[in-house]
């Protein structure tokens, strides 16, 4: 996605017009906007990543029922947000 915006000067222009007019022009163009849309697009997980981290989610589960039931741990609850 390679986009020119050229802007000449004209003969009697200040320098803050032909600012203003480039300013314009990549507004016009619509570049910053594309740029700003795919800044924060993550792909989506491989449906065997997914499959993976919830075998590994539902393991780890297990494991620390075990643990409760055991005696050897004591139930974990996280904290959430801030007081």
């Known amino acids: 996605?390679?986009?020119v915006i050229e802007v000449k000067k004209n003969a009697n222009e200040s320098n803050m017009n032909l600012v203003r007019r480039?300013?314009?022009?990549?507004?016009?163009?619509?570049?910053?906007?594309?740029?700003?849309?795919?800044?924060?697009?993550e792909r989506s997980l491989s449906k065997i990543k997914v499959k993976a981290a919830t075998l590994k989610r539902i393991a780890r589960q297990?494991?620390?029922?075990?643990?409760?039931?055991?005696?050897?741990?004591?139930?974990?609850?996280?904290?959430?947000?801030?007081?």
């Not at 494991?63 to 007081?83: E, P, S």
């Open 22 to 41: 480039f300013t314009r022009k990549v507004q016009e163009s619509g570049i910053i906007q594309k740029v700003k849309s795919k800044r924060y697009n």
């Open 62 to 83: 297990k494991n620390q029922a075990k643990l409760i039931k055991l005696g050897k741990a004591t139930k974990f609850t996280k904290k959430r947000g801030h007081k």
């Open 1 to 3: 996605m390679i986009t």
